[in-house]
């Protein structure tokens, strides 16, 4: 079991940059994977980055590669994903997740834990 808290959300500009914060909390020492995902209304979440349990490996989707970095402190078991030049497009509800497994497919649809959700607003 794995519980999952994002915060760094809120209202940019475009051209503007964002820090997701995605903290962890478990009560075992299963490693996991972390992964970051995009919904808005009306379409599935779409699958943006994930990081391997060590930190080391990691992957973009074509759309954020460039300019979204996903990132791990390990002292305090969170994930970050920064975020840089912004788009009106990139708006939307973010959502960290957790899994067994460090995945790297662009259909990725998430594993087992999810957080509740943080909002990103990019204004044009």
């Known amino acids: 079991q794995v519980q999952l808290v994002e915060s760094g959300g809120g209202l940019v500009q475009t051209g503007g940059s964002l820090r997701l914060s995605c903290t962890a909390s478990t009560r075992t020492s299963t490693p996991y994977a972390v992964a970051w995902f995009r919904q808005v209304p009306g379409k599935d979440r779409e699958f943006l980055a994930s990081i391997d349990s060590t930190g080391r490996s990691t992957y973009y989707v074509d759309s954020v590669k460039g300019r979204f970095t996903i990132s791990k402190d390990h002292a305090k078991n969170t994930v970050y994903l920064q975020m840089t030049t912004l788009k009106p497009e990139d708006t939307g509800v973010y959502y960290c997740?957790?899994?067994?497994?460090?995945?790297?497919?662009?259909?990725?649809?998430?594993?087992?834990?999810w957080g509740q959700g943080t909002r990103v607003t990019v204004s044009s």
């Open positions: 997740n957790a899994d067994h497994q460090f995945q790297i497919a662009g259909d990725y649809r998430g594993g087992p834990y």
